[in-house]
Nanobody, 127 residues
Framework: QVQLVESGGTAVQAGGSLRLSCVVS????????MAWFRQAPGKEREGVAA????????YYSDSVKGRFTISQDDANNAVYLQLNDLQPEAAAMYYC????????????????????WGQGTQVTVSP
């Protein structure tokens, strides 16, 4: 069974940067669309970014556009999320998600689009 394992979450100060990793235990190209979601306490899980595996398309929520970057690493079966200029409102549990169909611009941020999920990695941002 393919697993998604996130890492890289930690505590940082406002203005700092992090890189989150999501490693696919099997073959990255088992999936066509991979995404990062986040969930803060008391809030809904929201889509942050998505990437078309093997293609060039990427998608971002308005709240992170210009500060976060999603990328793929074929050699290491991984997808990364670079988080820059972190602010306290970005603190959340970050989850990796994967789908076996192409990302769609109208629905990439919907939870139901994804069949497989990781356990999450915690990001804490202090003022």
């Amino acid at each position: 069974q393919v697993q998604l394992v996130e890492s890289g979450g930690t505590a940082v100060q406002a203005g700092g940067s992090l890189r989150l990793s999501c490693v696919v235990s099997g073959y990255l190209f088992s999936y066509t669309c991979m995404a990062w979601f986040r969930q803060a306490p008391g809030k809904e899980r929201e889509g942050v970014a998505a990437i078309y595996i093997g293609g060039t398309s990427t998608y971002y929520s308005d709240s992170v556009k210009g500060r976060f970057t999603i990328s793929q690493d074929d050699a290491n079966n991984a997808v990364y999320l670079q988080l820059n200029d972190l602010q306290p409102e970005a603190a959340a549990m970050y989850y990796c998600a994967a789908a076996r169909r192409q990302c769609r611009s109208t629905s990439w941020s919907w939870r139901d689009e994804y069949t497989d999920w990781g356990q999450g990695t915690q990001v804490t941002v202090s003022p």
